[in-house]
């Protein structure tokens, strides 16, 4: 029987054999990164993604580009606890040491290195399977981490920029069709949401980035939370050329299954909603109020009409179709 | 043009453009792990380990010895820095979600996790070929770390335990021969050395872990202080069981090129070496006296009359024969 993803972690790494307590450690396993005590004032977080080609790029991506995502889809995770980046480490599994590739990949990782201050410091190479492996680490004063279980019935539901152009762009990658310029850049060049966390400390109830799709990973905000959301369908930011580029009605399905957006999904007290206007807008980053927070435990949708719509999207999960 | 693992790792990505300094960063790339400053008193030590299938253990290997063995060479990195354990990350990569393999698997490393109360805080997992990554955290007094690059000339060179050991046993598994229980334990268990490596802060000069063989690694030392060995190959720690199993003609090799041993090589002043044998002989935990550095960059290798020896073997890479 294949195991979703996440069941799977849960359930074998999730074991109070592995992920038991000690001084130090503040968060271990079930956010977007762990946090340690580092001092009395600060926070050390720390964040890991595994990225296989053909599973999480496709294969024979542009290097450049590849070493520019990986970096970027991490400091992902320290933009959604609200963290500042310090640094990140490399394990990078090659099929063969092709010099060119290796410039390329590592300028890549350099573009976004330097542009976060956060330097690599160390890692390991092997060969096999292209496969890369990144874990980042940020600091973030004490107590103030944007965590996923702090969503409370009443408060809003916003996400930062538009959904579904990185998974337009990827399908029409798979297809082997031409991909407009806008959604090509959303998947290999997401927007680094570092500076909306930060703005977000002491406003967000709770946050996480859109790595595995709205449908998922506002899921995990609900799971950590233990309560409900309503979704209104008409309110998602969708952008113009993603509404160009795919079907009427499939634009739905896609912007909330589809991954890759590396936007922020947060939620706040709706008394926030002015300071959070103010505080994104000082930032020029775009967002949207697109629901709310009720109890129970799963998502509805709403139409235009406020009527509830069945969605046959499914959560993205590397394991699930196998 | 095969690339030196080594090579590679410096060209591409110890660059400046990479591993730039920051605040908070004490010892980036170049040593067992890097050191983050972490409040006034204390360092942070991170350190990250790529294990694939094939090339760092054998096809088709009992998942909760390997397990157990992911988790302890991740350990031996920070036992070679005199840190204390703190918490680690784990990325896997597996071909499919097989509940009786996740099952051993994750019981070898919880075995691992508490006899070094060093619990899991986070991860990644993907479909992929089976591979393991696995990043340490560690603490240690701010400023006390046993780094590669302190040994000078009068030093003399030690290991702990026994060499070879590993490196026999994986010769036979591959060799599909029945492998002696004590060099399979070696390779599959090896000792933990971390509270060694707390015992000799202090005492140390420099100190790196075994873990592509001693020709390999204590070149990393010689590399990073800028200096030569001596090495007396007539004082190799040999196991009985290591004798007994390798042809005499194949026992200096073997011990010198082999990796996988995770005992510690260090170097310390000659006036240390009382303080040396009172801190390892109430842990309980064997040592040899090896060899001096000198003056140079290379390792002379002499017999036990002192005559200078040209061994064949080479510092083992996953790169260099493909």
């Known amino acids: 029987v294949a195991l979703d993803e996440f069941e799977l972690i849960r359930r074998y790494f999730g074991t109070s054999?592995?992920?038991?307590?000690?001084?130090?450690?503040?968060?271990?396993?079930?956010?977007?990164?762990?946090?340690?005590?580092?001092?009395?004032?600060?926070?050390?977080?720390?964040?890991?993604?595994?990225?296989?080609?053909?599973?999480?790029?496709?294969?024979?991506?542009?290097?450049?580009?590849?070493?520019?995502?990986?970096?970027?889809?991490?400091?992902?995770?320290?933009?959604a606890m609200g963290a500042s980046p310090l640094c990140f480490t490399l394990g990078l599994s090659l099929p063969h040491a092709d010099p060119d590739w290796l410039q390329a990949f590592s300028e890549g990782l350099a573009d976004v290195a330097m542009a976060h201050a956060c330097p690599l410091v160390g890692g390991d190479t092997s060969r096999g399977p292209l496969a890369i492996s990144i874990q980042v680490h940020g600091t973030i004063p004490s107590g103030e981490a944007l965590m996923r279980s702090g969503a409370t019935v009443g408060d809003d539901i916003y996400v930062t920029g538009t959904l579904g152009d990185a998974a337009a762009a990827l399908k029409f990658i798979l297809a082997g069709e031409s991909v407009p310029d806008v959604l090509l850049n959303a998947y290999y060049e997401p927007e680094s949401r570092i500076r909306a966390g930060i703005a977000l400390r002491g406003l967000a109830s709770a946050a996480i980035d859109v790595s595995d799709g709205l449908l998922?990973?506002?899921?995990?905000?609900?799971?950590?939370?233990?309560?409900?959301?309503?979704?209104?369908?008409?309110?998602?930011?969708?952008?113009?050329?993603?509404?160009?580029?795919?079907?009427?009605?499939?634009?739905?399905?896609?912007?909330?299954?589809?991954?890759?957006?590396?936007?922020?999904?947060?939620?706040?007290?709706?008394?926030?909603?002015?300071?959070?206007?103010?505080?994104?807008?000082?930032?020029?980053?775009?967002?949207?109020?697109?629901?709310?927070?009720?109890?129970?435990?799963s998502i509805l949708w709403l139409d235009a009409q406020q009527q509830q719509v069945r969605l046959t999207a499914r959560a993205y999960s590397h394991f699930r179709n196998d």
């Open 216 to 297: 998922a990973d506002l899921g995990h905000i609900l799971d950590a939370s233990g309560v409900g959301a309503r979704v209104h369908l008409d309110r998602l930011p969708l952008s113009p050329a993603f509404c160009d580029a795919v079907a009427v009605h499939q634009q739905v399905e896609l912007a909330v299954s589809g991954g890759d957006d590396y936007e922020l999904c947060f939620t706040a007290p709706p008394d926030c909603a002015d300071r959070i206007h103010d505080a994104l807008g000082r930032l020029d980053v775009g967002f949207c109020r697109i629901g709310e927070i009720v109890s129970g435990n």
């Open 17 to 79: 054999e592995l992920g038991f307590p000690v001084d130090g450690v503040v968060k271990g396993i079930g956010d977007d990164a762990a946090i340690l005590a580092i001092g009395v004032d600060e926070q050390l977080l720390i964040s890991m993604d595994l990225l296989q080609e053909g599973v999480h790029f496709p294969a024979a991506c542009d290097p450049l580009l590849l070493g520019r995502r990986a970096l970027l889809v991490n400091i992902s995770d320290l933009a």
